[in-house]
């Protein structure tokens, strides 16, 4: 069973403001690895333009994220435990996979704002 429903993600970050300032500037693929489920997040002029599944070589990628079903179901939860609020806690402290390329660091803003709309998504009725 997913953990996230993809296109209510997308839907949400296509109307959040600051998720689209955060990526104004982004050109390129961002590949989000959900335990069994791989979603390339396609950016063009700063615009998500649309999300596809695992098409895109890892190399050929902006910003790379994998993580196990243990690792977003810790970040995806409503209160996170400590160390799984962000993708760099979880990295550091957890082994989560994210890319050391420049534009992980240049899109972290994107990246944490990323990862709070998902949290809300997949928690959405569990209020």
Not at 29 to 34: E, F
Not at 68 to 84: E, G, I, Q, S, V
Not at 101 to 119: D, G, H, I, K, V
Request: charged residues 25%; positive net charge; proline residues 4%.
């Amino acid at each position: 069973m997913a953990l996230l429903k993809i296109d209510d993600f997308r839907a949400a970050a296509e109307k959040d403001p600051e998720f689209v300032r955060e990526t104004r500037y982004l050109n390129g693929a961002v590949k989000v690895g959900i335990a069994d489920d791989v979603h390339v997040l396609h950016f063009k002029e700063g615009k998500l333009t649309q999300i596809t599944g695992d098409s895109v070589p890892d190399d050929q990628c902006k910003i790379v994220v994998r993580g196990t079903r243990d690792h977003w179901t810790n970040m995806l939860a409503a209160k996170p435990k400590p160390f799984y609020q962000c993708l760099q806690s979880t990295a550091v402290k957890h082994g989560l996979k994210l890319s050391v390329t420049n534009e992980t660091f240049a899109y972290l803003p994107a990246l944490n704002r990323m990862m709070s709309l998902m949290r809300d998504v997949a928690n959405r009725g569990a209020r």
